[in-house]
């Protein structure tokens, strides 16, 4: 089993890792194009609510609700009825979804209203920002239909990873960045504004994705004729599944969206300063703890409805595959959260320091960077953990929790108002801090999950390790001034070689504390 995981681990990462990549790419042509001024908090906006429902759906709600009962058709052995659910989920879904856009894209205005309040004000008394409001409210008519595209590469998705094709849905990603990085490059002279170029990059990247999966889906026999079917048991299981985890899974997200919210009241620069920071947060977000939890996911599910098992075998299996992917999650989130930690303006400057984004917007971005990686484990393990209830097709608790944290998170968001952008990061770190540990906390309150001692005592090695690591990155790597006399190629160069010495004394250290091969067994 857990060389199984590990293998459909690797899968998901090294296509993520591919995506990421690419999605630094676009970043890096976004800030040369857009700088960190208005054309680029307005974009940034609008293209927050469609990447904030992908997440929303291709890596949360969705397939949380709709692969556990999935695989309760899988179970039968029935194709046809496994099809028939698929197309009255399938129908179902898109009619919702088609309506919910429709009236978005009609109602964009109202939309924009809601996520960028501070830029209404302002339109309503002719303030400053009053045209950012009304570019928002235009770019959302275009940006909102990648709903639509996304809601069916997630089903499509989710079908596939059950089946244990996950490189499919995990290389999608790479079409919408591959589409906004060319309208950037050679669209945006042709349009009166490089923001609506980039724009419907994000729209031809969802038609791209949704296109991507038709021909998988029909290889696997999969590929259905969508029907409307409201009331089908199935269908009813997910909607009722799916109606809590919309909120109770995408906490993160929607604490993000709430700092826009707030930030749209604060300076010029501050949506732009707190995306290009999240942008780095989420690098090993995607690339490890969101892996981890796509391929655990369908496991736990699998464990969770085999009968022919008794209670307890059943309950160790599952307990044991969760403390896998605790600590698969550990392993690679200690390092990355000390790294980027100490790298966050380095790192910065070397992806986003050109044309019209300078130095100080290198330091404001790394500040919020360094604060947001305080969250990074926590954000790590919510994805992780969440599978625990999601796998038994409990939902109720994790909503309960996801509230809670979004209730911390805004109370946060406005004590850190006078701190600025770098006090909504914190908001966001320390609501994701109580949303893992709620999580945790419910999973052994109700005996499904408990750290192991080999995973407390494998945890205590990793943070040996990463504070080695961090000592030994920190006394090499060059003062900001340093980075500042460098050209490019020699701030790839150090970064390379920073994050090769890091690894090198964060893995012997490992090995030297006794960490083995068997320590990364289920």
């Not at 058709?73 to 309506?99: C, H, P, Q, W």
């Not at 969101?290 to 059943?314: F, N």
Request: proline share 3%; charged share 15%; with cysteine.
């Amino acid at each position: 089993m857990s060389k199984k995981l590990l293998k459909s681990g690797m899968v998901v990462s090294g296509m993520t890792l591919i995506s990421r990549v690419l999605g630094l790419v676009r970043d890096v042509v976004v800030a040369n194009l857009l700088g960190s001024g208005v054309a680029a908090d307005v974009f940034l906006f609008a293209n927050r609510i469609p990447n904030f429902l992908r997440r929303l759906f291709a890596e949360g709600a969705f397939s949380k609700a709709f692969v556990p009962v999935l695989a309760e058709y899988n179970a039968d052995n029935d194709l046809d009825k496994t099809r028939e659910f698929i197309a009255k989920v399938s129908g179902t879904l898109g009619g919702l979804v088609t309506m919910v856009t429709l009236v978005a894209v009609l109602a964009s205005p109202i939309v924009a209203a809601l996520f960028g309040t501070g830029w209404f004000i302002d339109w309503l008394n002719g303030g400053p920002n009053a045209e950012k409001f009304t570019q928002a409210s235009m770019l959302l008519k275009i940006t909102f239909p990648y709903l639509w595209f996304i809601t069916f590469v997630a089903l499509s998705g989710a079908v596939l990873n059950t089946i244990g094709k996950f490189g499919v849905m995990a290389f999608s990603p790479v079409l919408l960045n591959v589409a906004i990085i060319a309208v950037a490059i050679l669209g945006s002279p042709y349009f009166d504004s490089p923001d609506t170029a980039l724009a419907w990059g994000v729209f031809l990247g969802g038609l791209l994705q949704f296109l991507f999966q038709i021909p998988f889906m029909k290889k696997e026999g999969l590929l259905v004729k969508p029907k409307w079917a409201w009331n089908d048991d199935g269908v009813k299981k997910v909607r009722t599944l799916m109606i809590p985890a919309l909120f109770g899974v995408s906490v993160t997200q929607l604490n993000l969206l709430l700092n826009q919210v707030i930030a749209s009241f604060l300076v010029t620069g501050s949506i732009s300063w707190l995306y290009y920071a999240d942008r780095l947060i989420e690098f090993p977000l995607g690339l490890f703890g969101i892996a981890i939890s796509t391929v655990v996911l369908p496991s736990l599910s699998r464990i969770a409805k085999q009968k022919e098992l008794s209670d307890s075998v059943r309950a160790e299996n599952f307990s044991q595959t969760m403390d896998w992917g605790v600590r698969m999650v550990l392993l690679l989130g200690v390092p990355a959260m000390i790294g980027i930690a100490i790298l966050a303006e380095p790192l910065i400057m070397t992806m986003f320091m050109h044309g019209k984004f300078g130095l100080s917007d290198v330091m404001a971005s790394g500040r919020a960077l360094f604060v947001m990686c305080f969250g990074l484990i926590s954000y790590m393990l919510i994805n992780v953990l969440a599978n625990g209830f999601y796998a038994h097709q409990n939902t109720k608790t994790p909503v309960k929790i996801g509230i809670i944290a979004a209730i911390s998170n805004i109370c946060f968001g406005l004590l850190a108002i006078p701190f600025g952008y770098v006090g909504l990061a914190m908001a966001s770190a320390l609501s994701a801090l109580v949303n893992a540990s709620l999580l945790y906390r419910g999973l052994a309150k109700n005996g499904t999950y408990q750290v192991s001692g080999k995973t407390a005592l494998f945890a205590l090695k990793l943070l040996i390790a990463g504070c080695m690591m961090g000592g030994v990155v920190s006394s090499f790597s060059p003062d900001l001034y340093g980075w500042t006399t460098l050209s490019l190629w020699q701030k790839i160069h150090w970064l390379i070689w920073l994050i090769a010495l890091a690894a090198v004394s964060y893995f012997g250290t490992l090995i030297a504390l006794g960490i083995r091969k068997r320590d990364f067994r289920a």
